[in-house]
């Protein structure tokens, strides 16, 4: 079921496709909240991260400085975050929706999937520091309601967020 969905733009920044960390984590606020939700709300999100070391840095960041908006859960607990371009490449203007199916059939299946290179540590962000962790490794998904956070990210600084809920009862 979708939530919410919210569409605009980054603004300009320093360097053409990257965009800035605090405006992203501003769109991902405003997104979940047109959804009468706060960060806490999200049990995943789906990042738009295409390999690029300076944008995805900046899009970990955003999102990471989102979900610590949250009231503070248990020592320890990260959100987890994936992404699937590293699995099946940009697909351009397909992305978000190659983003949403993804998110989609996890909803279904109730399992998160690994993100390809999720092992290897981005070396501009440190991941430590923030309340996020990448899907490694096949997981079940759990909480109720199931809820998810797709962002997408274009290189001019569009924007596009999709808050998504699973509709079936915990089983």
């Known amino acids: 079921m979708v939530e919410s969905t919210w569409v605009g733009h980054s603004g300009a920044t320093s360097r053409f496709g990257t965009p800035d960390a605090a405006t992203l984590a501003g769109s991902l606020t405003e997104a979940v909240g ?11 999100v789906e990042c738009a991260a295409s390999g690029a070391a300076l944008s995805d840095a900046a899009e970990i960041e955003a999102v990471g400085r989102f979900l610590a908006a949250a009231a503070p859960g248990p020592e320890g607990v990260r959100v987890p975050i994936g992404t699937l371009k590293p699995n099946l490449g940009h697909a351009e203007a397909a992305s978000g929706l190659a983003q949403l199916t993804k998110v989609l059939l996890q909803l279904r299946h109730r399992r998160l999937v690994p993100t390809l290179v999720a092992e290897t540590p981005h070396p501009l962000v440190d991941l430590g520091a ?42």
């Open 34 to 44: 047109r959804a009468g939700l706060t960060p806490a709300d999200i049990g995943y």
């Open 130 to 171: 923030l309340p996020v962790r990448f899907v490694r490794r096949s997981e079940p998904w759990t909480g109720v309601p199931l809820r998810a956070l797709v962002t997408a990210v274009g290189a001019t600084g569009t924007v596009g967020h999709v808050v998504l809920r699973s509709d079936e009862e915990e089983r």
